[in-house]
């Protein structure tokens, strides 16, 4: 074949490669790994111990590769109040991961993590300014990335090692003692949380045969200029 042939061939190959990639994309139930639930917690959840706290039970297991966000739309009514959302794998188990936010004007954030081998200890705190209304945290985790936090731009922790988790369970409470005060007097906490294997859809694999068959081609065509 004639070098100019060769490069009309690569060409011919992107340009049809090109429309299947957004089709991959749209396609997205082809990954049947792929899990996303919605839970709106409401204001009244808060006003619990922690000893009787509110547990959520998700309708799926997110396992490994997940992400999930929150967002803090509560009213806060004591001043020294925290609303404390707990994600387990099993509840009856000592391993979470503790999201804390605290009532303005302090809005104190942080972040931790409790194992049956290194027992609680704190990621990241921040005792004033730590959140806002409207703000986004994230939470995620990954099988080659461990577990990274944010809120906004701002990053809370970064591929911590966690030795995997999944998540079942959602639990929250924001009282210390049963004397305490409400903490909250109105509002939710949104969440939303997505999982799956990305290895399983189709379109994970397009960039890969699209970088074998173009470098396939390329190769014949320098062969090709030797001669």
Not at 1 to 21: D, E, G, K, N
Not at 146 to 156: A, D
Not at 163 to 170: E, I, L, N, S, W
Request: aromatic share 8%.
């Amino acid at each position: 074949m004639a070098p100019a042939h060769l490069v009309r061939s690569i060409i011919l190959v992107l340009l049809l490669m090109t429309p299947l990639l957004p089709v991959y994309a749209q396609q997205s139930t082809m990954n049947k790994s792929v899990h996303y639930d919605t839970v709106e917690i409401p204001f009244n959840a808060f006003n619990v111990v922690r000893d009787n706290a509110t547990i959520i039970k998700l309708p799926h297991e997110h396992v490994t590769n997940w992400q999930l966000t929150m967002e803090n739309k509560l009213t806060y009514s004591n001043p020294n109040g925290s609303a404390i959302i707990r994600l387990y794998e099993d509840p009856k188990e000592a391993k979470f991961i503790e999201v804390g936010m605290g009532s303005p004007p302090d809005h104190k954030l942080w972040l931790a993590v409790n194992t049956p081998e290194d027992g609680y200890f704190l990621i990241h705190e921040e005792k004033s300014g730590g959140w806002s209304p409207g703000q986004i945290v994230t939470v995620q985790h990954s099988s080659n990335g461990g577990l990274s936090s944010t809120i906004g731009q701002k990053v809370l922790v970064d591929n911590l090692d966690v030795a995997g988790f999944t998540v079942r369970d959602v639990e929250v409470a924001g009282l210390d003692s049963s004397s305490d005060p409400p903490t909250t007097s109105s509002g939710s906490v949104s969440i939303n949380i997505v999982s799956g294997d990305p290895a399983a859809n189709p379109i994970f694999y397009m960039p890969f045969i699209a970088v074998a068959v173009t470098g396939a081609l390329i190769g014949v065509l320098i062969k090709t200029k030797k001669r």
